[in-house]
């Protein structure tokens, strides 16, 4: 049943497996419980109270029915997986072709690394997730476009029971932990091309800035002092040049993360990854309030702690900055 | 020798090192010249469609007697992709609904910002205050799935895909406005306006805006690729819950099924989203080249 | 003063086009110039004479808009300039980026020459330093990568010495017997010990007790038989030792010595507190103590040759003075050559020997400090004396006119424009170079038939 208008909100906590005049019942119940018969704003309110208290109520998408909660269990772990592996990509390509690109500046290689970095800032990530596809599962066929795993490498497993896999809820590294090399090998193989789409879609920014920035610093004195000193290129580039045109870098980190977060919603959608951003996705396409309200939320918390995080780690690393 | 006139007075020196600057960087002008022809595609097919024989111009129409997509040829020197629609039709019609949808939401989202912004951070204090929470909380959540909580909660329409971007993008105008007017309201000649007499509303507007302007204008041209990139996300992902619309997202996810043996399909719309971000982003490091003046002694 | 010495440096017919956007200016025209071992040779000029240009070229640090068009300069018998001279002869069109190419070659043959025979010291010490590398590390960069034997060394003398060692030495060291200490250390092999004593003892900021006792403390600082066997390495080859672990356990002693010896160093420069100030920041520390730190790295692996590009603008006078004398000092303990390059004639009295002038990318007069000073010959020199203030009352005559576009430089001599005693061929050639005797030198033609004092 789909409740509209003011009643909006109640359709997170009607528990779906009810149906009939049980249904009613509860609805009613509910209705009296969170003061529907009053304003938008005083049922956010109380929306907002039951969250602080654990109850995020329930959602009900062709992935998952069912306490939200219980469908953030499921699902953060695989996103955070999958974030994570596309910061670590970001971090470990973008950087170095940044570098390399200031460094050769001009040089085919620059202007390939440009044309490179530019067509890619331009790219909807779902044009990069498909060009991807395009190349390693259409035509080369190496990798697979769907899901997390293989689902018949998935019978008879001991842990892995009604589609949850423990203790980790993460196939890649459950796999690992209990030992099963082949399961983890497919996981894998299943992870490299959503992390990758991710990756390519944020590095276009990494490359940019760390390009202009080091385009700076090396016209600085204190790169010019520190060749003066007879240091070899290599060490003037990578110890005096790069760490001080990393700043800006770190300072754009926090919108970095708002991409990332934002590309992990539709790189799930179309690997079919099983994480919340795929959650969001069919959480919207079937009005169901539920995935909408506790996913926003999960989205805005991961956001503001992340950069929180972030913002410090950096901060600690400029000894610009002195706390106290 | 200098000649009195007209020409001379638009024209002035340093409007003429602008434009020689600019023009000297041949990517920018490339961008400029692809986002003109852009401009010019969305104008034609939104006033005069049948200038280039469109019947249809504001929907994209299916022929479900050869639903198969089919590849490049004389017909359709694009392919055709699910169910029997012409793709150079379709991305012809498809430019215009992204770049006015990006237009309507960039346009509006700057000056609510710029307003705001410029304000706001003038006045100081507690205005200020609010302020800086107000784009705190906004920026505290990934745009697209702020997005995706107020079509909800608005209803899943082009309007409202529209509004929540405006209400997602104003923040960054309003930041980026901030900065500039942070640092043109402590120098010296906005003292000297005021002495004069001059009505905040004046000192705002007719002094701290031009300055703050170029820079923001720079960003606004080349959010208008980011944005068409969010809105064919959106669309992508499936918001907009009509079909046959004319966007390059929506024509995308069309071709999905066929991707093994069609690639086209998916690859088309794409491409013309990226070759129009690539243009407004090079057109926009070429305005930066413009307004920035220590890049222009440089070699 | 510079009688039967010889140059280090040779600057022969210098030619030096900087292409940019805005046009190509010939920063330097034909410069002719010599600078002897152990001199101080001042350079002065106006702002963009090119004097500052000239220091790099030396050193090889051009931007790579920055063509050799002509000429010699030779570091010790190396022509740095060759390999630029020879790209821009050849090119068709001079590029940017291929010249880069070539300047990055010569970076990489000059990594032998710069910290070791030659330095530069830069005119704003906030921006030559790396703000977010502590200074004493920067110090020590130089000796890390051209003479990590030296530090080994060190560290191996005070863990070998012993207590009767280290107070015999002290003994040749309130003798002032430095030769004997030195032949001491050998004999015993502790070579690195002298070092640091002599850097302890010629400080000023502390009374001899202070001294003797810090001396006295420098032995039986026993070290990890492991590392000692890799700064023994180190100390014979001038490399680190190739095994993986014991490579970076000897590189971080070494780095602990660097530290060591860039506070001894700071500790001789007058810098207060120079153990606390190693391990600061730049943005930590004040404009003369900056300096003071730049002056360190440049000097602590004893080069040949320092280059000081207005080391005094930036600093307000009372520091300036401070490190005048400084420098002054340094003059009279080493024996290295110096540069200093100033628009600020009064400094340039206090420090040089000899005095050159630049106009417009030429050096128009070149001579021992006081025959310049005294006796200006070139009209240029003469209307820059009579334009410094000084403690006599004169009268403040400015110079007429301006500093030549150098994008479209003017025919014949360079100062014909603003020059009283222009004659017509002043407009129509270049003066060469005449000497006056004991080497005091003009481009003039007032004196080309070889006018002699």
């Known amino acids: 049943m789909h409740v509209g208008g003011v009643y909006k909100l109640i359709a997170v906590y009607i528990n779906p497996r009810l149906t009939g005049a049980a249904r009613q019942q509860q609805i009613q119940m509910l209705i009296q419980k969170f003061h529907l018969n009053q304003p938008i704003y005083v049922q956010y309110f109380y ?83 498909v060009i991807l596809i395009i190349i390693f599962a259409v035509w080369l066929k190496v990798l697979p476009i769907s899901g997390t795993v293989n689902p018949s490498l998935l019978v008879g497993l001991p842990w892995y029971r009604n589609g949850i896999s423990y203790p980790t809820h993460v196939l890649l590294i459950d796999a690992l932990i209990h030992g099963d090399w082949y399961i983890a090998l497919d996981a894998l193989k299943h992870i490299i091309l959503p992390s990758l789409t991710i990756a390519l879609a944020v590095m276009a ?100 702690t992340t950069s929180l995080v972030l913002d410090i780690v950096f901060a600690l690393k400029d000894p610009r900055v002195r706390l106290g | 020798m200098a000649k009195g006139g007209l020409t001379s007075r638009i024209l002035t020196p340093e409007r003429k090192l602008s434009l020689q600057v600019f023009f000297s960087n041949k990517l920018a002008v490339v961008g400029l010249v692809i986002v003109l022809a852009y401009v010019a595609d969305a104008l034609i097919v939104q006033f005069a469609p049948w200038l280039i024989g469109l019947k249809h111009p504001f929907e994209v129409i299916p022929d479900y007697s050869n639903p198969v997509p089919q590849p490049p040829s004389w017909k359709h020197p694009f392919g055709t992709t699910y169910p029997g629609i012409d793709l150079l039709r379709a991305v012809i019609k498809a430019i215009r609904l992204d770049l006015g949808l990006s237009v309507v939401v960039v346009v509006p989202g700057a000056l609510l910002g710029i307003v705001i912004g410029i304000v706001a951070t003038y006045f100081g204090g507690w205005i200020d205050d609010v302020l800086m929470r107000l784009t705190d909380i906004f920026f505290s959540v990934p745009y697209l799935v702020l997005a995706i909580a107020i079509g909800y909660a608005l209803g899943r329409t082009i309007t409202s895909m529209v509004i929540a971007l405006i209400i997602v993008w104003w923040p960054l105008y309003a930041r980026y406005t901030r900065s500039v007017t942070l640092q043109v309201k402590e120098l010296t000649f906005i003292e000297a306006a005021r002495a004069a007499g001059a009505s905040n509303y004046k000192i705002m507007f007719r002094h701290i805006l031009p300055n703050a302007l170029p820079p923001v204008l720079v960003q606004m041209s080349m959010d208008l690729g980011t944005i068409m990139i969010v809105i064919s996300g959106l669309a992508f992902i499936g918001f907009l819950p009509v079909a046959n619309i004319p966007e390059l997202g929506y024509l995308t996810t069309l071709g999905l099924n066929y991707i093994n043996t069609a690639p086209w399909t998916v690859l088309v719309p794409g491409v013309f989203i990226v070759i129009f971000a690539v243009s407004v982003y090079l057109l926009g490091m070429g305005l930066m080249d413009v307004i920035n003046p220590r890049r222009r002694s440089s070699l | 003063m510079s009688g039967g010495r010889e140059p280090i440096v040779t600057v022969r017919n210098l030619r030096l086009w900087y292409y940019t956007r ?39 640090l051009l931007p790579r808009n920055a063509a050799i068009v002509d000429g010699e300069v030779l570091l010790d018998g190396f022509d740095v300039v060759k390999p630029l001279r020879e790209y821009y002869k050849k090119a068709k069109r001079f590029r940017p980026d291929k010249n880069e190419d070539v300047l990055k070659r010569l970076h990489k043959e000059m990594t032998r020459i710069r910290g070791v025979k030659v330095t530069m010291v830069f005119q704003e010490p906030m921006t030559a330093l790396n703000p977010v590398m502590p200074v004493g590390y920067q110090i020590a960069e130089v000796l890390l990568q051209h ?169 307000d006078v009372t520091v300036q003075a401070s490190i005048l004398e400084l420098l002054n000092e340094l003059k009279q303990q080493t024996n290295a050559a110096f540069i200093f390059i100033s628009h600020d004639l009064s400094v340039l009295y206090q420090v040089s020997d000899r005095i050159a002038i630049m106009y417009a990318g030429k050096v128009v007069e070149v001579g021992p400090r006081d025959a310049v000073f005294k006796e200006p010959k070139h009209p240029y020199t003469q209307m820059l004396m009579e334009a410094v203030p000084t403690l006599e009352p004169h009268e403040l005559k400015g110079i007429k006119g301006e500093v030549p576009d150098l994008r479209n430089p003017p025919k014949g001599c360079m100062f014909h424009p603003r020059c009283p005693y222009a004659m017509p061929i002043c407009r129509e050639r270049e003066p060469p170079m005449v000497d006056l005797g004991n080497g005091h030198r003009v481009s003039c033609w007032l004196y080309s038939g070889g006018e002699r004092k």
């Not at chain 1, 390009?211 to 700076?216: D, K, P, T, Y």
């Not at chain 3, 356990?249 to 530290?259: A, I, P, S, T």
């Open chain 3, 22 to 60: 805005r046009g190509v200016y010939k920063a330097l025209n034909g410069v002719d110039l010599e600078v002897m071992r152990g001199e101080v040779l001042g350079v002065a000029g106006e702002s963009g004479c090119g004097k500052s240009t000239l220091g790099l070229t030396i050193m090889g």
């Open chain 1, 47 to 129: 929306w907002l109270a039951s969250v602080l208290q654990g109850n995020l109520g329930y959602t009900n998408t062709p992935i998952f029915s069912g306490p939200v909660t219980q469908a953030i269990a499921l699902f953060f772990p695989n996103t955070a997986l999958l974030a994570v592996l596309g910061g670590i990509l970001t971090w470990v390509l973008g950087i170095p072709l940044g570098t390399w690109s200031a460094v050769r500046r001009d040089k085919p290689d620059d202007v390939a690394i440009r044309v490179f970095s530019y067509t890619l800032y331009g790219m909807p990530i779902y044009l990069i997730a």
């Open chain 3, 147 to 315: 003479n990590m034997s030296l530090l080994a060394k060190r560290r191996l003398a005070r863990a070998k010495a012993t207590k009767d060692d280290v107070k015999e030495a002290l003994n040749f060291l309130r003798a002032n017997d430095y030769a004997g200490l030195i032949e001491y250390v050998k004999a015993k092999g502790l070579e690195g010990l002298e070092d640091q004593m002599l850097a302890i003892w010629r400080r000023r900021d502390l009374h001899d007790l202070v001294k003797e006792i810090r001396i006295l403390n420098m032995c039986c600082d026993p070290v990890n038989p492991i590392i000692e066997s890799g700064l023994k390495y180190t100390a014979r080859t001038n490399k680190l030792p190739a095994a993986p672990v014991i490579r970076q356990l000897v590189r971080r002693e070494l780095v602990k010595e660097g530290y060591r010896k860039a506070a001894e160093f700071l500790g001789l420069l007058d810098m207060p507190e120079p153990e606390k100030v190693v391990r600061m920041y730049p943005h930590e520390l004040s404009g003369g103590m900056r300096q003071r730190v730049v002056i360190a790295t440049a000097m602590i692996n004893n080069p040949e040759l320092v280059i000081l590009d207005e080391p005094t603008s930036a600093l």
């Open chain 1, 205 to 304: 920014g990494v490359i940019n800035i760390l390009r202009a920035s080091m385009l700076e610093v090396l016209e600085q004195d204190y790169v010019r002092f520190a060749r003066s000193k007879g240091l070899p290129e290599r060490i003037v580039i990578n110890k005096h040049a790069r760490p001080t045109a990393m700043f800006p870098v770190y300072t754009n980190f926090a919108y970095t993360v708002a991409g990332l977060l934002g590309g992990v919603v539709i790189v799930e959608t179309v690997f079919n990854y099983p994480g919340i951003g795929y959650w969001l996705t069919q959480s919207m396409l079937n009005n169901d309030m539920g995935g909408i309200m506790a996913g926003t939320l999960l989205f805005g918390i991961i956001f503001v």
